[in-house]
């Protein structure tokens, strides 16, 4: 209505009965599809993001016009955007499936950062998304559903390779969706495209602190770690994570010193030895479904370099464990403690005998036939039973010996006092910690056994190992076979604890006793951990404490 209640006349004359459309029609005018429509709402919207890219006359300011705005916002088609092809993750997402599900029902909840590299038409992602960007074009392709057509994102200007690498790097980071393997080569990825865009090399420490800056938290330590995978062990790569690096790292790098003690450089010490270990175990793991692990690797690294070296293989292992007892050791001390062994051939009937004199005036020849048991210990064979289990320990089933060892535990009585009582709780503590393989007969000794190493290498401590440990501990002390003068006159020569503890007190062969305990079974053992031994829910450390409390008594 008009002042002085006048109507106000129809626009351009015409009557408000006749619809805008039926006019068009009449005059020969088509209405545009909705997809003309789109297209042109498209334009526009595009025309006005290039207008304000555009920047203000003498304004000095270094922005171009195809710099987008940061932080905009905009719809984009999801054939417009392409993936990040350098994205650090390689990893397929185990859970796309359902991240797929939720993006037909609910749409892309959490937009996608885009970028665009100058002079290129397309958008690249620009932090993370790649997985969801995969979801929505299948949906596109599959359904043609006009809701997964387009989507909203979030426009960064663009400022660099490194930027955008940095940015991939911290949003999987933050998702915690990326393997070691992964996070390794993006990280030394991004540490070659800042030297590359800066035209100069930056130390670890350097670009320790460079990348900190986008958010992105590590040491020198895990750098270390990385270079070390992706340098030294790539073969293996997709398997590793962060603790069997952590385990291998060390260990190799103590195999290098022992290269070195033979004039063995790092090139050839990995091309001849690391290299081609990993190459087998890459191929085994590969095509035969093994299970990858630490110990595999550096033991097949070991037995590689006990080939290259002509040296027994578990001697190697002692050297290995010498080096890190004593990093100063030369390779003439390591020879004097790492004496060769006599190799252990299996004969006729399950019994082994022992050929090739050792160093040190032993008796060219001389052959060292299992010591028959005491009288008073019938032998019998170890049973396989499941060893007891710690708290937080997964159970596992302890073997017989191996074969070819001597083994001869006393046998169970059902007498509750006096030795017999004694050799009861002796053969339940070997049995129950499964150190069947240590035990040696010795008639001469006070409790007739002495606790040796196992035949078959060094103690297995995957589980159950502080008890394995101390068990051995409570053994070996309770049979008087560190006191020297007992194991001169209770133990024949040629074996191998007696040797080793009448040496102990030479000033060539000193710290051999400690050395050869620590790399066979660890553990320290004037420090048993009274914790332990006083475990009410432990019966290996309660079988342990009443074998030592009858000891007592019985002294």
Known sequence: MMAGGKKKPPLMNIPSSIKMVDLAAKHG??????????????????????????PAPNSGSGLKHDTEVDDSWASLPVTAVHFYERNPRKANNDAYAE??????????????????????????LYAGGNTRLQAIRELWEETADPKFRETRVIIKAWRG????????????????????WDRANGTLEIKRQIEDERGAALTFREF????????????????????????????????????????????????????????IEESAFYAEVVTPTAKAIASMVSEDAHAFSSDLFLGRCEASMSVRLEVNERDI???????????????????????????VEPSVGGTQTQSTAESGGQEQGKSSEPIPPDSR?????????????????????????????TVSLPPISTESGGPDRLMTLIQQVLVSAGLGSCYEPAPGMPMGYCMGFPKDGPLDLKENAQSRQAAWWVLAMASGQFEADVCRSGLDDPNEWRTLILEESSQETLGGL??????????????????????????????????????RGGA
């Open 29 to 54: 005018f088509t209405p545009k599809s909705d997809s003309e429509k789109r297209t042109v709402r498209e334009r526009l919207k595009l025309e006005v993001s290039n207008s304000l890219n555009v």
């Open 99 to 124: 991240l797929k599900e939720s993006i037909r029902a609910n749409g892309i909840l959490q937009p996608l950062t885009v970028t665009k590299r100058p002079g290129e038409t397309h958008y690249i």
């Open 161 to 180: 390779e490194a930027s955008v690498l940095l940015a991939h790097m911290a949003e999987n980071t933050q998702r915690n969706d990326m393997t070691f």
């Open 208 to 263: 320790e602190a460079e990348i900190k800056k986008f958010g992105l938290q590590t040491d020198l330590r895990t750098l270390s770690m990385y270079r070390f995978a992706v340098e030294k062990i790539a073969d293996v790569g997709p398997w590793l994570s962060g603790l069997s690096v952590r385990t291998i790292q060390p260990r190799l790098n103590l195999l290098l010193k022992l290269a070195n003690h033979h004039d």
């Open 317 to 343: 292992g002692k050297m290995l464990t010498a080096m890190e007892r004593f990093p100063d050791m030369t390779l003439e001390g390591l020879q004097r403690i790492c004496k060769p062994q006599r190799p």
């Open 377 to 405: 210990l019938p032998g019998t064979a170890t049973p396989s039973i499941p060893a007891a289990t710690e708290p937080g320990e997964r159970s596992q089933k302890v073997s017989s010996p191996a074969p070819h060892s």
């Open 514 to 551: 400690e050395l050869a305990i620590q790399h066979n079974i660890g553990g320290q053992g004037e420090f048993l951990p009274i914790p332990w031994l006083l475990n009410p829910d432990n019966p290996i450390a309660g079988v342990c404490l009443e074998l030592l409390s009858v000891i």
